[in-house]
Nanobody, 123 residues
Framework: QVQLVESGGGLVQPGGSLRLSCLVS????????IGWFRQAPGNEREGVLC????????YLADSVKGRFTVSRDFAKNTVYLQMNSLKPEDTGVYYC????????????????WGKGTLVTVSS
């Protein structure tokens, strides 16, 4: 059974950092592309970035370039999203999603989703 479980969200001040985790089970990370998505209140879900099966990173949102990075730990079956220099506009529920392909796609074409973790950036 495939499962993705996000953790690490919380309240952080502008300029602060958070690291989100996505623990996966039911598959190995080398078989799936993993994407991070977010949804702010009243907005559609948007892509943030993706790590491909071959470990390349694709930024899906220009606004996070230079601030967010993604990494994988195969031993722990976990994908991390490191978020630095956080801004209020980064607030939202962050989801990880898996696609049984080399690269991620739009939200509608991802195969599996976690339930999300809330990130609030506010002073």
């Amino acid at each position: 059974q495939v499962q993705l479980v996000e953790s690490g969200g919380g309240l952080v001040q502008p300029g602060g950092s958070l690291r989100l985790s996505c623990l996966v089970s039911g598959f190995t990370l080398d078989r799936y592309a993993i994407g991070w998505f977010r949804q702010a209140p009243g907005n559609e879900r948007e892509g943030v970035l993706c790590i491909s099966r071959s470990d390349s990173t694709t930024y899906l949102a220009d606004s996070v370039k230079g601030r967010f990075t993604v990494s994988r730990d195969f031993a722990k079956n976990t994908v991390y999203l490191q978020m630095n220099s956080l801004k209020p506009e980064d607030t939202g529920v962050y989801y990880c999603a898996a696609r049984g392909s080399r690269y991620c796609s739009g939200p509608r074409d991802m195969d599996y989703w976690g339930k999300g973790t809330l990130v609030t950036v506010s002073s």
